[in-house]
Each structure stands twice: as C-alpha cells, then as structure tokens.
C-alpha cells in the first residue's frame, strides 16, 4: 500500500507562486507514475500534470501548461508541483495521485490513478 501526503497549499495572491510537495511512502516510489489533480465543490475532478517514473516524460493539461511544472525527487520519494501566474480559477484542493502503469498507458487513464493523497487547499485570491 502506498500513502501520499499533500503539503504547500495555502492562500496566495492573484499572479503568485505556490510550490506543492507530495511525499509518498511504501511501495516503489521510483517505479511509479505521479500525477496531481484538482478538484473545487460540485465539480468533478480535473486532472494538472502527470510525470514518469524518471521524471523524464511529462504531460499536462492545456489550463497549466506553461504556467504549472512537475517534477520529481525519486531519491526522497517526492513528487512537485510549482504553480506560477496563479489565478482564481487555479483555486481547488490539489490532490497528488501514484500508479504502477506503464506511461504511455496511465496517461490516458489517469482518473484511475490506483493510489491517491488527502488533499491539499489552494486559494488564489483576486
């Protein structure tokens, strides 16, 4: 069983940065692939970036790219998410999430992630 913990979310302002980290125990940290996601009340979940085991592959939605980076740390079993040009509408739990598939596959099935975290808040204001 692999456990995910959230953690750098908190209030910023509009145009701001936010680093979120993902620390991740048990299992094989560096054989998984790692996602984040985010999701505001009454919506569904909404997938952000996802990376492969090396860090070397990336994928994200159109709404973060060139504003959202991922990356990992395999040696700390961490995964990263540095959010820039924050808006109100970047405002959402963010969720990071581990998976044992092969990338190219888990990337087009990544709301099946087979392990997910709590949750973190991130609030932009305008």
């Known amino acids: 069983q692999v456990q995910l913990v959230e953690s750098g979310g908190r209030l910023v302002q509009a145009g701001g940065s936010l680093s979120l980290s993902c620390a991740a125990s048990g299992g094989t940290f560096s054989s998984y692939a790692m996602a984040w996601f985010r999701q505001t009340p009454g919506k569904e979940r909404e997938f952000v970036a996802a990376i492969n085991w090396s860090g070397g592959g990336t994928y994200y939605a159109d709404s973060v790219k060139g504003r959202f980076t991922i990356s990992r740390d395999n040696a700390k079993n961490t995964v990263f998410l540095q959010m820039n040009g924050l808006q109100p509408e970047d405002t959402a739990v963010y969720y990071c999430?581990?998976?044992?598939?092969?990338?190219?596959?888990?990337?087009?099935?990544?709301?099946?992630?087979?392990?997910w975290g709590q949750g973190t808040q991130v609030t932009v204001s305008s």
């Open positions: 999430a581990a998976d044992p598939r092969r990338f190219n596959t888990y990337r087009d099935d990544v709301l099946n992630s087979r392990w």
